[in-house]
């Protein structure tokens, strides 16, 4: 296949992969903040233990019809790997009772220069001037449309910064997983999704009643909330495996500065869905910043030497040394 045609067909799956993971984001989004305005169901932990058993089962399904090949994960990454994700999910849902919403936010951004940070150190990434800039860009775009305001207490601070740098770890961990040992991302999901499901779902309910004050066994199902559970359940699927998927084939970074678009259409939706009340000209404003500077670090990011390991980097400067010995 030439050169060309590969780099189109990779365009085309990058290009994919991101509408999947965008499309099943929002939609799980809208379809949980339903669930919980209209319906009440605010067991937001238990919730996610459910999508992750939905996903065990889908798993256990495609591996059962051969679509899955066998794989092996160490039980201490696997470990280590839940741990980081529980306490990601656990610690969002904490940091968000326990701070404003504009210091939430302010903990959400944070996580771009996190991960940063971690591929600096873990994988030797450098970052030109431009990348730089055009997070910087997209930091400043979301914070301007989201935060509002900003208060900060000392148990909210602790549970924001156990959030952000579980999260971090955790998709970083995504990325070093699925390079290490080979796997694809219904392998890593094959592994990942059934340890997940059992802690969370055993965990859930207890950690629901100690944020809501309310038990998930005195909840009121009927048909309506019983299908939107499962409506969020079957996003969800899409949700966990395009997360892996976009993760694995860019990085933790990327993930995290171009998914602010899903912050984006998340708000645009709310205002048609669920009221304009919050759309003003400062949002409006933000969200301009914010889709310009997506655009400014996916240009820059992909130039040579926009976001290279060290070794990448002296390689080329090695070349361009004995070129210009040539001449």
Not at 25 to 41: D, E, P, Q, R, T
Not at 98 to 124: R, T
Not at 208 to 227: C, M, P, V
Request: with cysteine; hydrophobic share 50%; aromatic share 12%.
């Amino acid at each position: 296949m030439p050169p060309s045609s590969k780099a189109d067909r990779k365009a085309a799956i990058d290009i994919a992969a991101w509408m999947f993971n965008v499309v099943t984001s929002v939609g799980i989004i809208i379809v949980n903040k339903a669930l919980m305005s209209m319906y009440g169901f605010s067991f937001a932990t238990t919730l996610t233990g459910l999508h992750f058993a939905t996903t065990t089962l889908m798993t256990g399904v495609l591996r059962c019809l051969g679509y899955i090949q066998g794989s092996h994960l160490p039980l201490p990454e696997l470990l280590k790997f839940v741990l980081f994700a529980n306490f990601s999910i656990v610690g969002m849902n904490v940091s968000l009772m326990w701070n404003s919403v504009g210091f939430y936010q302010i903990a959400k951004l944070s996580m771009i220069p996190v991960s940063c940070l971690l591929e600096v150190v873990f994988d030797k990434i450098r970052y030109s001037r431009d990348t730089k800039l055009s997070i910087l860009v997209v930091l400043l775009g979301v914070g301007v449309c989201t935060v509002t305001d900003v208060s900060v207490n000392t148990k909210g601070f602790l549970a924001a910064f156990i959030a952000v740098w579980s999260t971090s770890m955790q998709q970083y961990y995504v990325h070093f997983l699925q390079r290490k040992y080979s796997l694809t991302s219904f392998n890593l999901l094959g592994h990942t999704a059934p340890a997940q499901a059992a802690s969370l779902l055993l965990v859930g309910p207890f950690l629901d009643y100690w944020l809501t004050k309310k038990r998930i066994d005195a909840y009121g199902f009927n048909l309506a909330s019983t299908a939107f559970i499962l409506l969020s359940c079957t996003i969800a699927v899409g949700t966990n495996l395009s997360q892996f998927i976009c993760i694995g084939r860019f990085t933790a970074v990327s993930f995290q500065v171009l998914g602010h678009m899903k912050t984006i259409l998340v708000l645009v939706l709310g205002f048609i869905f669920f009221g304009k009340e919050g759309l003003n000209l400062q949002v409006v404003f933000g969200m301009v910043i914010a889709v310009l500077g997506m655009i400014w670090y996916g240009n820059a990011s992909a130039k040579p030497g926009g976001k290279a390991r060290c070794s990448q980097l002296i390689s080329r400067s090695t070349a361009s040394e004995e070129a210009d010995e040539k001449v």
